[in-house]
């Protein structure tokens, strides 16, 4: 009989143990550029329901969160909007250099809220028939150094900055707020933070021609504070899948 009992028990345990859920995967730390923002989430959700791995996501301007990570914001990945923060967190020996890749290229866009008012952009900004224009700030912002860039070639930053009428925001979030209030009549923006599900875009906008611009090259990195880098591994490779790459595309973003 104690035989009896103790096999019972013993069976009973193994079951238990059996029908225990696994203990879920440490929680990934993803630190974005504004810009991708919304984006991220929407990928992140989507491997999310896939995996059930659960993803944390705080956003920011890539210099701003640069700085956060170099002095030791516990993040594991880093999505930034452009190749020189990713490449220089690899040289600061805090990334993995293999894990540095392009998740997307940016494509910057004049917008103003009012409709039918860019239809001859270059003429709207040379008249000058406007208050302000906001433009994340060039030192942290690759978007704010392309609208610096853009403006120079039309030879217009000099006259605009001694006129007062750039107004440098923290980052597109709030660039994107100062034309949406009416504190800024047009801000040089990102098209994926405006692009609707449909491909809609509110308002009118000009899409600078490529030459007036260096190439925005977003790159992500895996961080060695990473707490499960095998998770953070598994995460970047479902992202250079076809699925991800569909949804980057549709949100408003180049493809390399």
Request: aromatic share 10%.
């Amino acid at each position: 009989m104690k035989n009896t009992a103790q096999l019972t028990t013993i069976t009973a345990l193994c079951c238990t143990i059996l029908l225990t859920p696994l203990v879920a995967a440490a929680e990934l730390r993803v630190a974005s550029a504004a810009n991708f923002l919304s984006t991220i989430k929407e990928l992140a959700a989507q491997y999310e329901d896939q995996t059930g791995q659960q993803i944390r996501i705080s956003s920011g301007s890539s210099g701003a969160l640069y700085a956060q990570i170099s002095n030791g914001a516990p993040f594991d990945l880093f999505f930034s909007a452009d190749v020189k923060r990713a490449e220089a967190l690899v040289d600061d020996g805090m990334a993995y250099a293999d894990s540095r890749f392009t998740y997307a290229l940016g494509i910057p866009i004049l917008w103003s809220d009012r409709e039918d008012w860019l239809e001859d952009p270059q003429e709207t900004l040379r008249a000058g028939d406007f208050r302000f224009i906001t433009i994340a700030e060039p030192r942290n912002a690759p978007y704010g150094a392309a609208a610096k860039q853009i403006l120079s070639d039309l030879d217009l930053w000099q006259r605009f900055t001694q006129e007062g009428r750039i107004i440098r925001a923290q980052n597109l979030t709030q660039a994107y707020s100062h034309v949406a209030s009416g504190a800024a009549d047009l801000g040089f923006l990102a098209l994926s933070q405006l692009k609707d599900k449909e491909g809609e875009i509110p308002g009118s906008f000009w899409r600078p021609p490529a030459e007036l611009f260096s190439p925005i090259e977003q790159q992500a990195v895996i961080l060695k504070r990473a707490e499960d880098h095998n998770a953070a591994r598994e995460f970047t490779d479902w992202l250079r899948g076809d699925e991800a790459r569909d949804m980057i595309e549709q949100a408003g973003y180049a493809i390399p």
